[in-house]
């Protein structure tokens, strides 16, 4: 059962067996990438990289750990897992080309669910040119688990690492913050709505922003483009996964700085407050610990700051510091306050 | 509860969480091939592969599908998750040079269980020359999730696809058929007397080998030296994983071939010979049915034969045909049968 579920035709896995399955799923993703020599229908993919680096990162999304089945719409959820691994490259500053895909499902699922979660799978490698080249499909006991591995490229002087922020960057954000979270908070309370009335179509309008943000968030090659334009290499640069006050930990640990972030600079889109205001929620928290938002975290040079300071889709938010393991956020009233870590653990919550 | 359980010290994974886990797990893996440039503790690993084309698989590995907690030792387990996606690159002809490990347990496991299969998986990548590159570790409702991907290289001009066998190619096979099979059998058995009487210590005497090969399989990197060694580039190849039967349908079908299979020409081990005996079972349908073996099997040109007839570790029996979708086993008594694919699915079993 889900909130969103419609009347759909029933196949069930075991009447398709794993090899048709497969063939199913594979028949019409092509390949377009030059990077890309043979794809699926062998032991393995086989890739050409002569003149890059190349770039590789594995998550993992569990169901009931990582993702909901009752609110979240199988083909999003496709798109997300393949989008939250091409994030992953983006932050390296690379650009991801390739991706192979392991699923496993309980009999609990049918083959067009499957082929839903495959369909949100290609629309992403659709829009961001990157070509499916592999994976593994099979059954679980119970629960539905996706593992992606994503291939991507860089050129060797453009690789960006977490560990290069020096004193006195300045520390960009792109996009805005904290909207995935209260799309996350909108979706669990129409959950218990729902739960008390199958029935009830669930409320969500004027929420589509930061529902979308949550369900169906998009990674920022855009920024990576437009740095290359403007001749901006980052120092360092993460992607904000498990919220910014998380991976601002991991780039000043890795680069031994600190930093000050100032809250009257944090990007927070009117939307988010909007919908803070109603769960009597600060945004800034939302922003500061919320996760999932996949903007980009990055330093430059002070003497990049030229190049930068017009565009639209980036924010300074602050600076780094000598004091090494010192995170501070400045307030508007000019209040200085530890930044923790608090960011999503899934053995903690 | 398990067969083979010892008692050990219990940290729970809650007490530790995701980063400090991670950091447990990952502090003593170091690199140690050339094409490894960055690992572990950023948003990719960086790897670099001017001269050689890439080579990519992905594995899942689910419990109660592909392992019985009963009778799988947490260090055999991690070992075998490696192996299986090393065996993958050398049915290329390739050599595995990273891999990536996504592992979500549930809160059963210890961090000494998650440890042990770490552990089997780092002895694995040591034998193997294989650095461990990143990957992911989280939590699942229930159940353990093993998805392996791993990279590997291969020269252009050395790569060996499913689809290349020709008229009247040698089938050839490494090692010997059937015993992993058989170790899985024995263990089946265990189980149900472990079930009635679980003070009762397994009675696994004379079938080591057998157990081995079912356990703690290893990858025929032997082979593809060899090869090299002598010269010959496969017309075509793959591991056997699903069973004999089943990877020549698939060499068969991509070459748009057939084949004849020689009976008394299959390798099978004494050990595997006796304990089918044991189970009133025709150690040829072990073998052609069986799976889990690892082993390599392999086309070659006729004018190749004489390179390859004195190996030891490579038996050929048989040959391919012109009569695409037949395949045929010529049996002892000179009585032809169709060789059906029956292999393993974990959707229908």
Redesign the interface.
């Known amino acids: 059962m889900a909130m969103f579920e419609d009347s759909v035709t029933r196949t069930e ?2 009447s ?4 048709k ?1 497969i063939d199913h799923i594979t028949e019409d993703f092509t390949l377009n990438n030059k990077s890309s ?2 794809g699926v ?11 890059k ?8 999304l ?5 993702f909901d089945m009752v609110y979240t719409p199988l083909m999003h959820l496709g798109y997300k897992a393949a989008v939250v691994n091409f994030s ?2 983006y ?2 500053n ?1 650009r991801p080309k ?1 991706i ?5 499902v309980s ?1 609990r699922f049918s083959v067009e669910a499957v082929k839903e979660i495959y369909a949100g799978i290609k629309q992403a490698c659709k829009n961001y040119h990157v070509d499916m ?4 499909t ?6 539905l ?1 996706i ?1 992606i ?4 490229e ?1 050129d060797e002087n453009n ?1 960006v ?3 290069g922020a020096q004193n006195n960057d300045l520390i960009c954000v792109s996009g805005n913050l904290g909207a995935a979270y209260m799309g996350m908070l909108v979706l669990e309370r129409e959950k218990e709505t729902w739960k008390g009335n199958p029935n009830m179509q669930p409320d969500l309008a004027g929420n589509e922003y930061v529902l979308q943000r949550f369900l169906r968030p998009e990674a920022r090659f855009d920024i990576v483009e437009i740095l290359a334009a403007k001749d901006v290499i980052p120092t360092s ?3 904000i996964s498990d919220g910014l006050a998380s991976e601002l930990h991991h780039i000043c640990k ?1 680069s031994k700085k600190g930093c000050n972030i100032y809250e009257d600079k944090l990007p927070v889109d009117p939307a988010t407050i909007l919908a803070a205001e109603d769960f009597n929620i600060n945004p800034i928290t939302a922003a500061m610990n919320g996760g999932e938002d996949y903007e980009l975290l990055f330093t430059i040079k002070q003497s990049d700051y030229e190049k930068i300071k017009s565009i639209p889709q980036i924010s300074i938010i602050g600076h780094i510091t000598d004091n090494e393991g010192i995170l501070s956020l400045i307030t508007k009233d000019n209040v200085t306050i530890d930044i923790k870590a608090q ?1 999503w ?4 919550e």
Chains 1, 2 share one sequence.
């Open positions: 896995l075991k398709l067996g794993e090899f399955l020599v043979y229908g062998d032991d393995c993919a086989v890739l050409s990289y002569p003149d680096k190349v770039l590789v990162s594995t998550d993992l569990v169901e009931g750990v990582h992953d490259v932050a390296m690379g390739q192979t895909v392991g699923i496993a009999n080249v592999g994976g593994d099979t059954s679980s006991i119970s629960g688990f593992s591995t994503v291939i991507g860089v690789i690492y977490r560990n640069m993460i992607d890795q960011g653990d899934s053995f903690t």
